[in-house]
């Protein structure tokens, strides 16, 4: 599966770095591709083991907020 998500706050490297790498470690998140002028994050993964809620966590648990 694919989804994008739109967060707002990232603004640098060292943020997409944050988002990538608390997506990463989730069981499930086989890709994460950070576009920072956009604020969108499209993540491959599998519904089996990651849901939606889970990564919208990671994400915040960053500092971030994802909308929608």
């Avoid at 060292?14 to 608390?22: F, L, R, T």
């Avoid at 499209?42 to 909308?67: L, P, R, S």
Wanted: charged fraction near 35%.
């Amino acid at each position: 599966m694919e989804m994008t998500l739109e967060v707002n706050g990232m603004t640098c490297g060292h943020c997409e770095k944050a988002v990538k790498g608390a997506l990463e470690e989730l069981e499930g998140v086989h890709g994460v591709e950070v576009h920072l002028d956009a604020g969108k994050v499209d993540i491959k993964y599998d519904e089996a083991f990651v849901t939606k809620e889970k990564m919208k966590d990671a994400i915040e648990d960053q500092g971030y907020d994802v909308v929608g």
